[in-house]
């Protein structure tokens, strides 16, 4: 029995995730994060090890050899990826760890693990949505009717995950996030030693 | 798929059980408690309704012939019971029911229903348990060893349960108990609704 949790996030762009994990990591500053491995070449503004481990092709490479990598995909040229070892090492040794990635790696990692918890996080409604994508005023209507498009097709595979949290309000989807998460702390198999910890001085 | 949740909750005597779901109801005032029938006489300060359906020997075994009862048992002479109908009709029309039941009893039910969320309450310690059990002072101590051993089999099978809630401090036993349940309404097999919601208006 795995002593730690994996818990897989996925949302699609203007469903408010990012702005949500990060205030879950503000309440919780315990818990993991995935960092992905990706191999291109870093942003300005971007940190080594904040978000991505920028690495070299050749080492992306050498990882998905050897079956390093929980799963990955290829965009304009350049590898992105989830790398098991901080997974396995939640796993092994207790807490939990965020992985936050979209539905088709979601459903690949769901093939390499057999225990995870995925969270769909969703926009309350598709004038929201529409909303969303277009107010931030920079895009092209052809551009926000891309984004729109992707955003519907991950939605409609939000039954493949084990919880939906919507968000409405900002602190109310914190709080679901954080719910699921303490709920999983009170889960028997995470707790088992208890029952041996009173029964023991019997 | 059930529209709502069933939550068997079961703990010893000493783990403080009642006064932690009377506070939850208390919070909760949305939440359907499971009344047992009986077929005792009526004690002072009982109220018809409140905790217990009292009822003929007659009406109960016409129960079981129908296959009314959830569970139940027979102890010095009266039966115990928990009735289906209350429970079923959560199950079809939505929220959430607790039935308070002893290990044996939770075991029957999970038989009979297939999807069943269940909580142990948990003593902090073997200490904190013979501190409780001997502490009403009012018993022997013959007594009080004899259901020292009872609670100690029931903790022995804590493993049968989703969760455990250790009843420390009792505000975070109240909390936990109410994280479980706000985390049910956050699954996606009582959201799913939400899903063509959003993608209804495409």
Known sequence: MNK????????????GKDTILKKVFEAMPEI??????ITRA???????????????????????????????????GNYYGTPRGPVDSVL???GEIIIEVDVNGAANIRKKLSETVS???????????????SGRGTDS???????????????????????????????????????????LRLKTERQKYLINEVLGKC
Chains 1, 2 share one sequence.
């Open 141 to 183: 209507a052809e551009n926000v009717e891309k984004r729109m498009n992707e955003a519907l097709c991950e939605i409609a595979r939000a039954d493949e995950y084990d919880y939906i949290v919507v968000n409405d309000e900002l602190d109310k989807a914190v709080d679901d996030v954080i719910t699921i998460i303490k709920n």
């Open 92 to 94: 092994e040794n207790g």
């Open 4 to 15: 730690g949790s994996v818990l897989i996030v996925s949302g699609p762009s203007g469903s």
């Open 119 to 133: 969270i769909f996080i969703m926009p309350p409604s598709f004038e929201v949505l529409k909303n969303r994508l």
């Open 32 to 37: 993991k994060f995935s960092i992905s491995s």
């Open 42 to 76: 870093m942003r300005p503004g971007e940190v080594e090890g904040e978000k991505y481990n920028f690495i070299s092709r050749e080492a992306f490479e050498e990882m998905l050899k050897r079956d390093m990598m929980l799963e990955h995909n290829e965009f304009v």
